[in-house]
Nanobody, 112 residues
Framework: EVQLVESGGGLVQAGGSLRLSCAAS????????ISWYRQAPGKEREGVSC????????YYADSVKGRFTISRDNAKNTIYLQMNSLKPEDTAVYYC?????WGQGTQVTVSS
């Protein structure tokens, strides 16, 4: 069974930083690309970032490019999302996804 567990969310002031983690199990981690999504209240889920199985290729939504960095540690079956220069509009529940599975999400709240 695929399991994805996000952590690292919290409350931060605008301009601050957080690092999200997603611990994966139940599949061969380094065979799959992993993605981060987010969903704000009343809004559609949006893709934030993704990283290839080897970590050699990354994608970022325009809204976060230059502020967020995705990475992975295949030895630890974990992916990370380093979020810097956070803005109130980054407030959302953040989810990681792999193999058409989803974690439960971690709340990120950015105060103005």
């Amino acid at each position: 069974e695929v399991q994805l567990v996000e952590s690292g969310g919290g409350l931060v002031q605008a301009g601050g930083s957080l690092r999200l983690s997603c611990a994966a199990s139940g599949f061969t981690f380094d065979d799959y690309a992993i993605s981060w999504y987010r969903q704000a209240p009343g809004k559609e889920r949006e893709g934030v970032s993704c990283i290839s199985s080897s970590g050699g290729s990354t994608y970022y939504a325009d809204s976060v490019k230059g502020r967020f960095t995705i990475s992975r540690d295949n030895a630890k079956n974990t992916i990370y999302l380093q979020m810097n220069s956070l803005k109130p509009e980054d407030t959302a529940v953040y989810y990681c996804s792999a193999k058409d599975s989803w974690g439960q999400g971690t709340q990120v709240t950015v105060s103005s």
